[in-house]
């Protein structure tokens, strides 16, 4: 069950859900608009190892108030603004319609927040053409939904790998944790 943006804004009012920065005129019928962060990260290499992911060079950027272009086919990894956290719900991230629309496709792989973690979320975004983009426009959206069975937290130790996404910065895969030598 998805909660309604009313129920939403209630458990933050709670203190059940929590946003930082939070704003009120981003509440949605059944979601929370984020926003995109100043930083990107890009990978140097055009050909990446995933057992050697740790040593690829990455090239960070700061995207500047005047908007920074995209290019079509590069993949980025970017950052919300806002840290979600609720000990009570998971979170489901989507892009935007209106982005969408520019060509731009973010988070299509990695979607969903379990209960108990606290993030800024690292988005995967891609184009179809060169797209300029700037710091603090809404880039997509974040549902909460009710969990039905015992409830275990992220990071939890009875859960292999749980726990390792929970810094607050981009964060490059971390797949070679899993590639078994």
């Known amino acids: 069950m998805i909660l309604t943006g009313k129920q939403i804004k209630k458990e933050i009012s709670l203190g059940n859900i929590v946003i930082e920065p939070y704003r009120e005129e981003s509440i949605q ?4 608009d984020y926003h995109l962060g100043n930083e990107l990260i890009v990978y140097s290499s055009n050909n990446i190892d995933s057992k050697g992911i740790a040593n690829e060079e990455v090239q960070k950027i700061i995207i500047p108030e005047s908007g920074y272009t995209i290019r079509k086919g590069e993949l980025y990894l970017g950052i919300t603004e806002e840290i ?3 000990q009570l719900y998971s979170q489901l991230i989507f892009g ?3 982005v969408g629309s520019l060509g731009i496709w973010t ?5 969903l927040a379990h209960i108990g973690s606290k993030i800024r979320w690292t988005l995967e975004i891609r184009c179809i053409k060169d797209v300029v983009i700037y710091p603090g426009m809404r880039f997509g959206k974040i549902c909460f939904l009710v969990n039905d069975g ?5 990071g939890d130790e ?3 790998n ?3 996404y929970l810094k607050n910065e ?3 895969s971390l797949i070679d944790k899993d590639i078994l030598n």
């Open 29 to 32: 019928p059944n979601s929370y």
């Open 84 to 86: 979600t956290s609720t």
């Open 96 to 98: 935007d319609k209106s």
């Open 107 to 111: 988070q299509i792989t990695a979607p």
């Open 150 to 154: 015992e409830i275990i937290k992220y």
């Open 158 to 160: 009875r859960f292999h």
């Open 162 to 164: 749980s726990g390792r």
């Open 170 to 172: 981009i964060t490059h």
